[in-house]
């Protein structure tokens, strides 16, 4: 119950904490279970395999605990505590894409956009995917399927690319890693207009509904 008096509106949003150089993701899924996220700055691991999932060690999840109870507010860092076997996800960035067509081969999905969670768009971006190449094979049948593909990708490869470079800079934000135009984020000197561009609806085509 202490988690849910610090966060009232859990199950209705998802909240963000924002910590020095670091943030987390709290929110509730179905059957009342909680997934929190803990976003931190380290060298790339050794991964086996292709999976970009890998198991923490119990020395790392003791020093998780640890740091947890210096950087958040006490119900969270307990949250942190009681989840059992706690994994990391590793996040690798990648540049928007140049084409998303190939001939005959079309991606959608993560596959065409490479984000980072941080924009909390990927699944939106998908159907949105699906919906735009449905309609432009609609329009031009499968005897005009090259034209059709063009314009799918003249539809969304400028938007999926916005939003790529956004969400990268929303996390590199959050994270209080140096961006060309602005200083490192500083929670004791950030400005209302800083905590202004961390908000989700910045996120470019954030209301279109087929873009």
């Given at each position: 119950m202490g988690v849910r008096r610090a966060y009232p509106d859990l199950g209705k949003c998802l909240y963000f904490d924002l910590g020095y150089g670091t943030h987390s993701?709290?929110?509730?899924?179905?059957?009342?279970?909680?997934?929190?996220?803990?976003?931190?700055?380290q060298p790339e691991p050794e991964l086996k395999g292709y999976s970009v999932t890998m198991k923490v060690?119990?020395?790392?999840?003791?020093?998780?605990h640890e740091e947890a109870e210096k950087t958040w507010i006490p119900e969270l860092?307990?949250?942190?505590?009681?989840t059992k076997c706690p994994f990391v996800n590793v996040i690798y960035d990648c540049d928007p894409l140049e084409r998303i067509i190939w001939d005959n081969v079309v991606l959608i999905g993560d596959a065409a956009h490479p984000t980072t969670p941080h924009g909390l768009r990927?699944?939106?971006?998908?159907?949105?995917?699906?919906?735009?190449?449905?309609?432009?094979?609609?329009?031009?049948?499968?005897?005009?399927?090259?034209?059709?593909?063009?314009?799918?990708q003249?539809?969304?490869?400028?938007?999926?690319?916005k939003q790529v470079l956004?969400?990268?800079?929303?996390?590199?934000?959050?994270?209080?890693?140096?961006?060309?135009?602005?200083k490192c984020f500083d929670l004791k000197r950030a400005s209302v207009e800083d905590y202004q561009e961390l908000q989700q609806n910045n996120m470019p085509f954030f209301a279109d509904a087929l873009c």
């Open positions: 993701v709290l929110y509730e899924l179905l059957n009342k279970r909680i997934n929190w996220i803990w976003y931190v700055n060690r119990d020395d790392m999840i003791r020093k998780m860092a307990r949250v942190m505590k009681e990927s699944t939106n971006m998908s159907i949105l995917d699906a919906a735009t190449l449905g309609k432009c094979l609609e329009k031009y049948g499968v005897e005009n399927l090259h034209l059709a593909l063009q314009e799918y003249s539809i969304r490869l400028p938007v999926v690319s956004h969400s990268r800079r929303m996390g590199r934000i959050k994270q209080g890693l140096k961006l060309c135009d602005r």
